[in-house]
Each structure stands twice: as C-alpha cells, then as structure tokens.
C-alpha cells in the first residue's frame, strides 16, 4: 500500500461555511483523499492523500467545485544540464514534488518554469530533488535577470580541452603516427619500443580521462547507477570501454584472444578532446542566443541624476521612487519610466519598439526608461519604478515566452524519454553481433562498433533543436517591436488563416481629425473656421476637438461664443461676434432652415471615403462643409500587404457603421468585414471566421478588444493600448505600428521553418549514424567508423543546430 502524503494548499472563492463544506466534499471525492480538512479564516485546506490522487487532481477537484487553489509560477535556475534526457529528468524530478501542477524545463536557457501550489510547497523546496541529483537548482529572485554564466563556462572548458590537447596530442601521434605511416612506426619501435610506448599512452590518457574528461564521469555514472543514464553516461560509458580493453592489453594481454591485444588509447584520450571542444563552442553558440535579453539588460542606466532641494544629485536607481523628479542631459538614457513636465527633445526608442524614427516628446508625453534623449534637455516625472518599467516587463515577457515548449516539441520529448537507453541497448546488440558473426579479430572491432555507438548517438541536439531556435527568435522579435507573452504562441500564429483587426486605434490612429475643409464660394477660410472653431470650443465632443486641433494647425484661434447649446445627434449652435453659428448634419441644417447649396453634392465623395461630414452656416446660410476622418496609421497598408503575400485572409471588425467602416476596407484590401457589432459580437465574429476558414489572430488595443483576444487562436495586443487589452493578449505590440503585427508573423515563419530545418537534422543524424556506427557499411565497402570521427560528428550535431538557430539573429523588419 502506497504511503500517505499530507498536503497544505490556500483556496480562493470562499465566503461562508457552506463553501467550505463544498470544498471538503469536492476533496473528499478525489480516488485516493483519505482526509480533508478546509479552514475558512485561513482560506487553506489539509489533505491527506495516497495513490492514485496527486496533486494535480486535487487541484482539479478543487478547480470544479468553484473553489480554486492558488496557483503561482516559479522560475529556477538549473546547472549541470547536458542533453535532452538531462531535461526530462529535471522534469519528472519536479513534477513529482508534492504540490508542483506543471514544470517545463529549457535546456538553451537553463531555467525551469514551474506552476505550483502556494503553501503546499515552495521553490526552495522542489529545488531539492534535482539539486541532489547532480543538476544544482536554486530559485531566482523576483525581477533578477539570470546572471549570464556561458563565456565563464566557455573559458573553464577552453582551459579544460586545452589541457585534454596537450595530453592527447602524444597519445595520437605515437600510435595514428604508426599507421599513417609506417616509417614512424618502424621509428618508434626501433627508438622507444611498442611495449614502452604504449605505457607512454596509458599515463597520458589516464591523465586525460581523470583529469578534464573527469566531468563525464563524475556526472554520467552517478546517473547511470540511478537508472537515468544521459549524454555524460553514453561519453564515460564509451571511453571507459575503449580505456579498459587498452589497459588489459598493455599490462595483461594474454588476458585476451590471440590476435586481439590492440590499444585504442587514442580514442579514449581524442574523444574526450573532441567532446570538450564541442561543449566549448556550444556554450559560446548559448551564450549568442541570450544577446537580446542581454542588449535589453544594458539598456537600462544604473545611475538616475534626481532634482533634490533645487541641486542635482546623482543616485543609483534603484534608490529613485516614483513622484521623483529626474534631469536628463542631451544624449543620455531615460533612468526610468516618466512623464516630461519640462523641456523638448527627440528621443530614440527603438530598442523599445523596434520603430528607427526618433520620436518627439514635449511637457505631458509619456517616456520609457531605456531610451535615447536627443538635443533637448528635460525634467522627467517618475512614474515607474523597478519590475513595474516597461523595459523590466519586456525583460521579462522574452524571458517566459523564451522557456516555452511548443507544441511540437511533445514528439521530442517522448523520442529523449527512452533516446539514451535505447542506444545502450543498441551498442550492446552490436558488440554480440559483431563478436558472433564478424570477421577476425571479432573481439577489436565489437568494442570500436559498440563504442562508435555510445558516442555518436548524442541527445544534445534533440533537446537543443526547438528551444535554442525559441530563444532566438522571440529576442529578434522583441527588437522588432513584438514581443510573445506566450512562447507557444510563435506556432500558433504561423498557422493562422485568418488575421482580423479592430478598426479604430488599430488600424486607425483612433483619434479623429479634420482632413478636408470646403468653402462655399465668396467666404473667407480663415474667418469661417475661426467662428466655427469658436462654438466647438464649448463642446467636450471627441469631434469637436478635431476641428479645434485642425483650425490650431492652421494657425487660427477661435472668437468666444455665447450662446451654446448641443443638439444631441444634430450638432451645435451659438452665437459668435454677433454671427449665429451652427456646425452639424445635414438634417440639422434642414430643420434649422438652411438653404442647402452644391456643398452637399460634394459631400458624397468624402462619405465613400469614410469621411465624417459636417456643415457650417453663418447666419441662415451655408459656408463650409467639413470632412471629419480618423485617419489611417502610416505603415498600416504596407503591413497589411505584407500580411496579404504570405497568404493571410484579412479581416476588420469593428463597431463603426457599415458604409465608413467598407470605405476603410476598400482603402486598405481587407477581404471580410464586420461591422456595427458590440464587444460580445466581436466575439462572435471570430468563432464565425474560425469555422469557416480555420485559426485566427485578432489585433486589437482597447477595453472592449479583450474579449475577442482572448478568444482569438492568438490575439494581439497594441502597445500603447489598455492594460486589460495586454493582459488578455498572447503577443504585445510595443508600439502603436502595425509593422509589429507584420514582424511577428514573419519571426513566426521563419522560427518554425528553423526549428523543422533543426529536428530533421538532429533526428536524421541519429537514424543514418548510429547503423553506420555500428558497421552497417563494413560488409559492403569495409569501412567501420572510428571513435573519434563518432565525437568529432556528435559535436558537431550540436553546433550545426545552435549556428542554424543563430540565424534567426539576422531576421530584418519586414514593413
């Protein structure tokens, strides 16, 4: 019978008695619970439990019964890790704590990202099992950024192959030397004797596998003994073969067949050489696929200069609060998120947004800390502080979208699960062959076919394959403007069918203004639009506000008018100077009497358009129409096209009217729209779309877009939009450019062909390796591969998979 577990966990949703009952009955009637017990003023619950309840069906339990328990999400540094199989074993390891839901381990960044239950089980405490078993794991701290460790791993491993060199180097020549040419050979046995020179060979490969190639062992057999073997298992496994056959045969070699007493010292020692050298330029290869969290790091100043007392005092960053004042000198870094109460400047924030245009910032704009203040000088109100700046969120926003697992990654997972002990089995079915059926001496070529298997059947680049390609790719995206708050996401979004848009703020600058202003024959423009400007002036209307900012772009300051009063739906009238002044719709224009002039013929073609239209009369008669739009953002089109070659549907739903919002369609090609719908018919429409043409993104900034990007297969969220909007979204622009949009799907493509193009190799060098390793050509052509091109071909495996996934680095915006 199983033993008994007690498990502690904290339960939401409960405000009474009768909660609690439910919440114990739910518990109780888990196969397994033999006692539960839920407190309702410490909102926790005890459970006792054994096979075949765990932690995740009691969660779920709780999850149905209406009364969650409290979820959190821990991010673990993990070390020691070498392979495919190493990861899986931190995941198992963790999955069976007690109190852990969900643990996803990334082999490129060397962190594990694990959902657990707070108060059943803590990050130190699920750190413990991998810690014990070889792979030391420690939580990180909120907001820290992984200390980069790859060059420091590179330089001990460089130091480590070097050595491995130096000692090997002897070891190849005297006994390749012989072989390649027998005149060497014919040397050394007249000058140091075979017998002298093969003890030369043990001391120096003893050296060689106790010294640097230590590591394989100190690692490998422990998890070889725990039924667990890995990478290092395969590599000790294999040169200890190799180094024990050597042994017998230089100091007992009647020990072993006539015939068969050959040393293969040098493959020991030039295994673990070419092994070292891999790991050595993997790490340098890791270390490159962290450049862009690394880049954002360094954005960010370590000193801020404060206005304190009316001085200027310099102060590290962390000591600034928010209401602060700081002061920003021509050319430097914005310290930290703010608000511009002083001074004009340009500033460069495209590290941030992945836009190249600076962009200018006067008293009342927002600023990012990170970014590049041009010529002017200014005095910036903090706003944010620590975690809370956009560049600590963007930090972290690559940082979980990088340790992701795609959903192809499920076919790797289950091939790594039994990779490693399949290929012990295979190398010891292919020494029996060879020793059964292979020609004289049989015993010699079992132990170089079977060692050729261990080493060349490396794991590595299955488990670096599909992580390696997400590291990069979601940094490249970020500094083009996209960052995935979802790393499963970057295959989701390359298989939409469909993209569909929200029109306004969207597509739209969502800020109405006035682009067209028609004046009826013998009237002054000037002064017309002064009088009209007057009467809005009174009016809070997001329309009104347009034509004042137009009439202020022309240089005209609007009269005082008295008088004002609203037709609600109809417009607005007052008196202006003596003049009475009414600005509305043409029906207002009808009932109030006005004379309708060839002004409202020209009308119709700004309405195809998707111009509102308004007119104006002074005095009983009409003087002006005027065109109101909210116009189309720059890149909008070009990124559409874009959208439109890779072979996207378009689509734009949007709570506008039909006519303005199949008027902005016809401008931009967009195939499907929706319009006059409510936030719940947005949603709505994307089911619809779903089912007639298969997965589809939303793009969308506002409030009322939340729903929709939460149903959308993927749902993007503008920048600048509400925070509701980001929070339901799987992907966040950083600016409001929809050349983000544009970028995130090409990252998408071109990450999945990547991580496709880094599966077939890391698949296919396994299946056409290991036969030939174990001697599949030798009946044929004679040939038999040798140890030592096994760990040359192994490595490279690996680094062809991180050089592939490198290129990623070198994606260009696409709009």
Not at 43 to 71: H, M, Q, W
Not at 99 to 106: H, K
Not at 787 to 808: E, H, K, Q, W, Y
Request: charged letters at 20%; one cysteine or more; glycine letters at 10%.
């Amino acid at each position: 019978m199983a033993a008994a577990k007690r498990l502690s966990l904290e339960i939401e949703n409960m405000s009474c008695a009768s909660c609690v009952g439910r919440a114990e009955k739910a518990l109780a009637g888990v196969d397994g619970v033999s006692e539960a017990t839920v407190n309702l003023a410490t909102e926790t619950a005890a459970v006792e439990f054994a096979a075949p309840a765990n932690t995740n069906s009691i969660a779920k339990a709780l999850d149905r019964a209406g009364y969650p328990a409290r979820r959190a999400t821990a991010v673990l540094d993990v070390e020691a890790m070498s392979c495919a199989a190493c990861v899986g074993r931190v995941e198992r390891m963790l999955a069976s704590t007690p109190g852990v839901l969900e643990a996803r381990v990334n082999l490129a960044t060397e962190r594990a990202f694990v959902t657990y239950l707070p108060g059943a089980v803590t990050p130190e405490e699920m750190s413990l099992k991998p810690s014990k078993a070889g792979f030391p794991t420690r939580p990180r701290a909120d907001g820290a950024p992984r200390k980069d460790t790859k060059e420091e791993d590179a330089r001990r491993l460089a130091r480590a192959a070097l050595l491995a060199a130096v000692l090997a180097a002897p070891v190849f020549a005297l006994e390749m030397g012989g072989h390649l040419f027998p005149a060497f050979h014919h040397w050394v046995a007249a000058n140091i004797g075979i017998r002298v020179s093969q003890l030369i060979q043990l001391v120096l490969t003893t050296l060689v596998l106790f010294g640097p190639g230590r590591l394989f062992f100190t690692k490998g057999i422990p998890a070889l003994l725990r039924g667990a073997p890995d990478m290092n298992a395969l590599v000790a496994i294999g040169t200890s073969a190799a180094y024990a056959y050597s042994v017998i045969a230089t100091v007992a070699p009647k020990l072993l067949p006539a015939g068969t007493a050959n040393v293969y010292f040098e493959a020991a020692a030039v295994i673990v050489v070419l092994i070292l050298l891999g790991r050595v330029m993997e790490a340098r290869a890791k270390g490159r696929t962290g450049e862009a969290i690394r880049a954002l790091v360094a954005l960010q100043p370590r000193e801020a200069v404060v206005e304190t007392d009316g001085k200027a005092v310099t102060r590290p960053i962390a000591q600034v609060v928010t209401g602060e004042v700081l002061l920003v000198k021509p050319g430097g870094r914005l310290p930290l998120d703010g608000e511009v109460i002083e001074g004009t400047s340009h500033v460069d924030e495209a590290m941030i947004t992945g836009e190249p245009d600076p962009v200018a910032k006067k008293p009342c704009d927002a600023v990012v800390g990170g970014t590049v203040n041009g010529a002017g000088v200014l005095r910036v109100r903090v706003t944010h502080t620590g975690p809370d700046t956009m560049l600590a969120q963007i930090i972290r926003m690559v940082e979980d979208a990088q340790g992701a697992k795609l959903p192809i990654q499920a076919l790797v997972d289950k091939v790594t699960a039994v990779f490693v002990p399949v290929v012990m089995g295979i190398a010891a079915l292919t020494v029996m062959v060879w020793l059964m059926i292979g020609p004289s001496p049989a015993l010699g070529l079992a132990l170089v076919a079977g060692v050729s298997v261990l080493i060349i059947a490396c794991p590595c680049a299955m488990g670096l394959a599909t992580p390696t390609s997400i590291m990069v790719g979601t940094g490249r995206a970020a500094q083009l403007g996209a960052l995935f708050r979802r790393g499963d996401a970057l295959q989701t979004l390359q298989d939409a069918a469909v993209v569909a848009f929200d029109k306004t703020g969207t597509l739209t600058a969502g800020r109405p203004e006035l682009t067209a202003v028609l004046i009826a024959d013998g009237q002054d423009e000037a002064q017309v639009l002064a009088l009209i400007a007057a009467v809005e002036a009174e009016s809070e209307h997001p329309l009104a506000q347009s034509i004042l900012r137009g009439a202020e772009a022309r240089g005209i300051a609007p009269a005082k008018a008295e008088g004002f009063k609203a037709e609600i739906g109809m417009g607005v009238r007052g008196t202006v100077d003596g003049h009475a002044v009414l600005v509305g719709s043409q029906t207002f224009m009808a009932q109030a009497g006005v004379a309708l002039t060839d002004l409202v013929e020209r009308a119709e073609p700004l309405r195809t358009k998707g111009h509102g239209v308004f007119f104006a009369a002074v005095d009983g008669k009409l003087v002006a129409l005027l065109g109101v739009s909210d116009p189309i953002k720059p890149e909008t089109k070009a990124a559409l096209e874009v959208l439109h070659s890779q072979g996207k549907q378009l689509a734009m739903i949007t709570g506008d009217d039909p006519g303005t919002a199949a008027a902005i369609a016809g401008q931009l090609g967009i195939d499907i729209v929706v319009a006059g719908v409510l936030p719940g018919g947005k949603v709505d429409a994307l089911k619809d779309l779903r089912a007639a043409h298969g997965p589809v993104a939303f793009v969308g900034d506002g409030i009322n877009d939340a729903p929709a990007l939460a149903e959308a297969d993927v749902g993007l969220a503008i920048g600048t939009g509400t925070d509701v909007a980001i929070e339901a979204a799987d992907v966040v622009l950083a600016s409001d450019s929809l050349s983000g949009v544009a970028n995130a799907f090409e990252v998408s493509r071109r990450t999945m062909t990547n991580i496709r193009q880094n599966l077939v190799w890391a698949f296919g060098y396994n299946v056409i390796l290991i036969p030939v390793a174990a001697g599949l050509l030798y009946p044929v052509w004679g040939v038999l591969l040798s140890p030592m091109l096994g760990a040359f071909a192994m490595a490279a495996s690996s680094i062809m998979v991180l050089t592939n996934a490198l290129r990623l680095r070198f994606v260009k915006s696409i709009v």
